[in-house]
DNA sequence: GTCTATATAATGATAGAC
DNA sequence: GTCTATCATTATATAGAC
């Protein structure tokens, strides 16, 4: 399993190099002299490789899907083995998570591409553990798959913040020991402690059809406004 | 209440029109030249009113924060009536939301000072709705506030993606409707049937303090794979 | 495949007129 | 405050030697 930067082939090491400085600048801020010296070669040959700095980029869009798509297969395998794996490779994964982020948030085809295979991945295990009994039914297969998959994400595509508000690198051991058991807290108790404000949400949804739906009042989460996310 | 250009100062016009650039194109790929296109004005003017682009950067960072922070004390103070607001005036806040998109990608510390506002906002709401009964006391206030603000966010963030799956725009009205009830769901009746991935993992975490924590296995959220964010 | 030039265009920034 | 014109720099991309 190798580690970083070894025997990789000139333009993997260049694509490499491209992920990295993509991910972390951006692309327009990064120019192809930065990423020639980072991978070790001239400017012309990145050109000569990919075509154009668009070219690269693209091959870097299909590269980075690639190994999610690729690396996720392998999970549903044996999430266990792969997680120690994942754990000893990490330095590996930080540039394609800075680079997921980054295509994520903008809005590239590739982009939707992986969020598509994620989001059927989540489907499809939504599907299994309800019928093992190990998730109740919910109210809404679809869209509790679309924000359990966002949620998912949310922690790398914001990893500066999660590493700031934790104190310490969220896909580190010991991140992961502290963010375990509260987040499968939530999980599994849910956030509130009885009915009321999925009831009163339910009635104030079918009641008023109209503008001003009041049913934002409560809910910590996905609601309209950019002001406060998640909650007043 | 303005709903977009109008009467706007010229130093206003080029802000807004920068922010809106920025948050679609990325601050490098974006020139000052498109910007002051946009603003219609000349580019000389740009740079005379900001100093430079980084300049014009920094002024479209604290514009934002100040407009984020500053909705979300409004809408603390009438949630309801701040959110009718936000549905009437949601073309001029897309351009803002793009724009935070990038900036809690990216590193900026203007980022952090605004997600930590949103995180404070948010374990005070906690504290609040345990003390009032409405809320269940969790594992880890401090965690809970953390995840459940990048909760909030995610759907912001990748808004493109939250659109995509729900078919339509997630801030419109109808969006709204149709995703309340099944995270309020979420949030009330958690994810798993009972307590034993919960149990699981607490015995796993307490268990073995060594490499390779199992408790990956069967936790939708927050794990160290970006191959499947949620699970596998 | 890889390098060293170099062409060509576009960019951020400045100066000075109005 | 705003514009036009221009500078100096830097970028992507190409051509050709090795």
Same mark, same amino acid.
């Given at each position: *399993? &190798?580690?970083?930067?070894?025997?990789?082939?000139?333009?993997? &090491?260049? $694509? %490499?190099?491209?992920?990295?400085?993509?991910?972390? %600048?951006?692309?327009?801020?990064?120019?192809?002299?930065? /990423?020639?010296?980072?991978?070790?070669?001239?400017?012309?040959?990145?050109?000569?490789?990919?075509?154009?700095? %668009?070219?690269?980029?693209?091959?870097?869009?299909?590269?980075?899907?690639?190994?999610?798509?690729?690396?996720?297969?392998?999970?549903? $395998?044996?999430?266990?083995?792969? !997680?120690?794996?994942?754990?000893?490779?990490?330095?590996?994964?930080?540039?394609? /998570?800075?680079?997921?982020?980054?295509?994520?948030?903008?809005?590239?085809?590739?982009?939707?591409?992986?969020?598509?295979?994620?989001?059927?991945?989540?489907?499809?295990?939504?599907?299994?553990? !309800?019928?093992?009994? !190990? *998730?109740?039914? @919910?109210?809404?297969?679809? /869209?509790?798959?679309?924000? #359990?998959?966002?949620?998912?994400?949310?922690?790398?595509?914001? &990893?500066?913040?999660?590493?700031?508000?934790?104190?310490?690198?969220? #896909?580190?051991?010991?991140?992961?020991?502290?963010?375990? !058991?509260?987040?499968?807290? #939530?999980?599994?108790?849910?956030?509130?402690?009885?009915? &009321?404000?999925?009831?009163?949400?339910?009635?104030?949804?079918?009641?008023?059809?109209?503008?001003?739906?009041?049913?934002?009042?409560?809910?910590?989460?996905?609601?309209?406004?950019?002001?406060? @996310?998640?909650?007043?």
């Amino acid at each position: *399993m &190798r580690s970083a930067s070894e025997d990789l082939s000139t333009r993997a &090491r260049i $694509r %490499d190099a491209a992920v990295a400085l993509f991910g972390r %600048d951006g692309f327009g801020t990064t120019t192809v002299r930065a /990423i020639a010296a980072a991978a070790d070669v001239s400017p012309g040959l990145v050109l000569h490789h990919f075509g154009s700095k %668009d070219g690269l980029r693209q091959a870097c869009d299909r590269y980075v899907v690639e190994e999610f798509v690729g690396r996720k297969d392998e999970m549903t $395998r044996d999430a266990t083995s792969a !997680i120690a794996r994942w754990l000893a490779d990490v330095d590996r994964f930080h540039p394609l /998570i800075d680079y997921l982020a980054r295509m994520l948030s903008s809005g590239t085809t590739a982009a939707d591409e992986l969020f598509d295979a994620l989001l059927t991945g989540t489907s499809r295990m939504l599907d299994e553990q !309800i019928a093992a009994g !190990i *998730m109740r039914e @919910p109210e809404d297969r679809d /869209i509790l798959a679309l924000y #359990l998959t966002l949620h998912g994400l949310a922690p790398l595509v914001m &990893r500066r913040q999660v590493t700031r508000g934790l104190g310490l690198d969220q #896909l580190s051991e010991e991140g992961i020991r502290r963010s375990t !058991i509260p987040i499968l807290d #939530l999980y599994t108790h849910g956030l509130y402690s009885d009915d &009321r404000m999925l009831v009163a949400a339910r009635e104030a949804l079918t009641r008023t059809s109209g503008p001003r739906s009041d049913k934002g009042e409560n809910d910590p989460n996905q609601d309209p406004d950019p002001p406060r @996310p998640r909650r007043s």
